[in-house]
C-alpha cells in the first residue's frame, strides 16, 4: 500500500503516518483492520505488531500480511516488555476502554513514543448536540447513546492532563477535521484530537 492509496482509504491515517519514522518497530493498539500497519510496514518498512479484539477483522489484518495478536487490551500488555517499541499506536481506540489510566501508562511503559487519537468531545457540533438536549451523532462518534462502545469521552485539554499524569510528555498535539489539521480554534473546530508523545525523562 502506498501513500496515495491511504490517503483515499483513511486522510487521518495518513496525516498520522508522517509522524513514524521509517523502519521503526510499532505496535498498534485496536489496530482494526490493519491498514496502517499494511502501509507502515509496506511504504516506510516498519515491523511490528497490532492487537484486535473483533473477530472479524483479524483475518482481515491476515490477509494484508499484518501480525495481529487478538487480546483484550483491558487485559494489559504484560506480554510486551519494557520499552520493545519505538512507536505504539492508539488510534480511535482508547475511547472505547473503561481503564484508559492504566492503558496509557503500559502505553508510556512499552513504548518509547506513542501517537494516540480520539475524538475529541469539545467539537463545536458536539457542543450544540449537548446543548439542544441530545448526544451528539457525528462522523467520529457515530453511535447512538445506548448502542455506543465509546464508554470514556474527552477534550483535548482532558487527555493532555491525564498524559502528564501518567508519565507522558506532549511532543505534538494536531486537530484534524476530514484529515486535515484544524489551526485556528482547534479544540472548538476539530472533529479528532490526535497526540504525539513521549516518555518523560527521570528529573
Known amino acids: 500500500m502506498n ?3 491511504l490517503s483515499v482509504l483513511r486522510a487521518d491515517l495518513a ?3 508522517h509522524w513514524v519514522r521509517d523502519a521503526s518497530h510499532v505496535l498498534d493498539l485496536g489496530c482494526g483492520d490493519g491498514v496502517m500497519l499494511e502501509y507502515l510496514q509496506t511504504d516506510k518498512h516498519c515491523i511490528g505488531y497490532g492487537v484486535e479484539i473483533d473477530d472479524a477483522k483479524i483475518p482481515v489484518c491476515v490477509s494484508r500480511g499484518v501480525s495481529v495478536i487478538q487480546r483484550d487490551l483491558e487485559s494489559g500488555m504484560s506480554i510486551f516488555a519494557d520499552n520493545a517499541f519505538d512507536t505504539v499506536l492508539c488510534l480511535s481506540a482508547l475511547q472505547m476502554m473503561k481503564n484508559v ?3 496509557l501508562a503500559d502505553i508510556a ?3 518509547r513514543e506513542a501517537i494516540v487519537s480520539f475524538p475529541n468531545f469539545a467539537y463545536w457540533p458536539h457542543r450544540i448536540s449537548i446543548f439542544r438536549g441530545r448526544m451528539p451523532v457525528s462522523k467520529h462518534l457515530p453511535y ?3 448502542d455506543t462502545p465509546n ?3 474527552a477534550t483535548i485539554s482532558d487527555f ?3 498524559a502528564n499524569r501518567v508519565g507522558l510528555e506532549v511532543l505534538e498535539c494536531i486537530a484534524l477535521h476530514n484529515g486535515k489539521p484544524v489551526t ?3 479544540n472548538w473546530r476539530g472533529s479528532l484530537a490526535v497526540f504525539r508523545l513521549r516518555k518523560k525523562t527521570p528529573a
Do not use: D, H, N, S
Open 109 to 111: 511503559r512499552v513504548g
Open 160 to 162: 493532555e492532563e491525564l
Open 15 to 17: 496525516f498520522i503516518a
Open 144 to 146: 447512538e447513546w445506548y
Open 101 to 103: 489510566e492504566g492503558i
Open 184 to 186: 485556528f480554534l482547534p
Open 151 to 153: 464508554v470514556r469521552y
Open 3 to 5: 501513500f496515495r492509496e
